[in-house]
């Protein structure tokens, strides 16, 4: 979103202004509050949209015994059958 070429293909100077201060202010806070600052300019201009989540395929063998499908895989409390 920022840069000499940003994704949405036009340049947002306000934008670029915060991430220059995020990265060049001394103090934490200072940083931080430009971080505030570019989060809402974002949600503003409504640069990016949540479309869905990342996902992925799993594969089990019949061996696996306990398994949960899960958006990730969680392999706690699971193990091989004899």
């Not at 503003?44 to 019949?62: A, C, E, N, P, R």
């Not at 990730?72 to 004899?82: D, E, Q």
């Amino acid at each position: 979103m920022i840069g000499p070429a940003p994704a949405m293909h036009v340049k947002d100077e306000t934008l670029n202004a915060l991430a220059t201060e995020m990265q060049n202010n001394p103090t934490e806070q200072g940083r931080l509050d430009a971080w505030f600052r570019a989060q809402e300019r974002i949600a503003d201009q409504v640069l990016t949209l949540k479309v869905g989540d990342y996902g992925h395929s799993q594969i089990l063998s019949k061996r696996i015994q306990n398994f949960t499908p899960f958006r990730t895989a969680r392999l706690w409390n699971t193990w091989f059958a004899a």
